[in-house]
């Protein structure tokens, strides 16, 4: 997936290139432009890898397409850690950590499970307020930008509450 990513990435900094060569005057309407859709789906594929760059890179002040030296990094590391670990198994406890380890894991899902619900909860009660005040398309790419993070909290606890009953399993 981090190879599906450079073509977005590409497509996001010839966007910037043009934005800036228009002398930022690239305006046709709020909430949606027609050059942040690459942005879009950056985000919805490595959700996780720009939860962590992005703070960073505006702690640094880096904005684009500066940023982009702390997020390509960033989801390569992502992609090749979730495929670690898919690959060897979610966690390895000792006998001996076993049910601290579960317990950790079981907390982790919960409040992941806890952030996926309020984002959803809050998208949509984004969608009921003001979704017809936008077109179907401009509505959608919105809610699409909204729902990554619950997305992917539902997953990553998918994957926390896998984990936590292969540790539990340990003997």
């Given at each position: ?23 930022m005057?690239?305006?046709p ?7 942040q ?22 702690a ?11 997020v ?15 690959d060897?198994?979610?966690?390895a ?10 317990s ?11 952030a996926?619900?309020s984002?959803?909860a809050?998208?949509?009660?984004w ?20 729902l990554?993070?619950?997305a992917?909290c ?11 009953k ?6």
């Amino acid at each position: 997936m981090g190879i599906v990513s450079l073509p977005l990435l590409l497509w996001e900094i010839h966007d910037e290139r043009v934005i800036v060569s228009m002398g930022m005057a690239w305006d046709p309407g709020a909430p949606v432009w027609p050059y942040q859709t690459s942005d879009i789906l950056l985000r919805l594929l490595n959700g996780p890898a720009y939860f962590v760059a992005m703070p960073i890179a505006n702690a640094l002040r880096w904005g684009a397409p500066s940023h982009h030296l702390l997020v390509v990094p960033a989801i390569l590391i992502w992609w090749w850690f979730l495929g670690l670990r898919l690959d060897q198994g979610l966690v390895a406890a000792k006998t001996s950590w076993r049910w601290p380890v579960f317990s950790v894991l079981v907390v982790l899902a919960a409040l992941l499970l806890w952030a996926a619900s309020s984002i959803f909860a809050e998208s949509f009660r984004w969608w009921f307020k003001y979704a017809e005040v936008f077109s179907p398309l401009n509505a959608l790419l919105v809610m699409t930008r909204f729902l990554t993070p619950a997305a992917w909290c539902a997953l990553l606890t998918l994957l926390v509450l896998a984990a936590a009953k292969q540790v539990a399993k340990a003997r």
